[in-house]
């Protein structure tokens, strides 16, 4: 690998260059970092310099994209958050299966009902009509909705209640 630029050349552009990394980073330390990379990168691909051009220029265009390059990682990684920092909530994934087996539960439940009860409570809780227009598909009036609503909420109650005091009684 032979070095196409001088120790002196690098010296000479080291001020402007510290200038303009901390332009694009805002902050004195990842300034000192990327210009300390881009000398190092300058050095690994020195062969790539062409000997009369512009090595200010060169140099500027390496610290930039090494710059650009450090931000693209940086968003394909994430934010790094320390661990004591971050809410408890997105240390851990909850678990589904035991919203799966309850909601499996209830849909047996409710399967179990009479249809007049299952029509009832599909307008009303599945599908969130309003009593007038349950009534209305009904045909029935706003207060027969609300009492057959009623007694098929008791009875889901009462065969869930059911189904959790054998499920207590096995387990």
């Known amino acids: 690998m032979s070095t196409t630029f001088t120790a002196d050349e690098i010296n000479e552009v080291l001020p402007s260059l510290n200038r303009f990394a901390l332009s694009l980073t805002r902050n004195e330390d990842d300034a000192h970092d990327l210009v300390q990379d881009s000398i190092e990168c300058a050095l690994k691909k ?78 009303i809780v599945i599908e969130g009509m309003k009593y007038e227009d349950a009534a209305k598909v009904l045909k029935v009036p706003v207060g027969t909705v609300r009492s057959r609503l009623s007694r098929a909420r008791a009875r889901l109650k009462e065969i869930t209640s059911a189904e959790v005091g054998e499920n207590s009684a096995v387990a």
């Not at 909530?89 to 299966?97: E, T």
């Open 46 to 123: 020195s062969n790539y310099y062409e000997p009369g051009t512009n090595f200010r220029s060169w140099m500027f265009t390496l610290c930039k994209r090494l710059f650009l390059n450090g931000i693209r990682k940086q968003k394909s990684r994430g934010a790094a958050v320390d661990i004591d920092d971050a809410p408890q909530a997105q240390l851990s994934i909850a678990s589904h299966q035991q919203q799966s087996l309850e909601c499996r539960e209830m849909l047996d439940c409710y399967e179990t009902l009479p249809n007049r009860d299952k029509l009832v409570l599909s307008l």
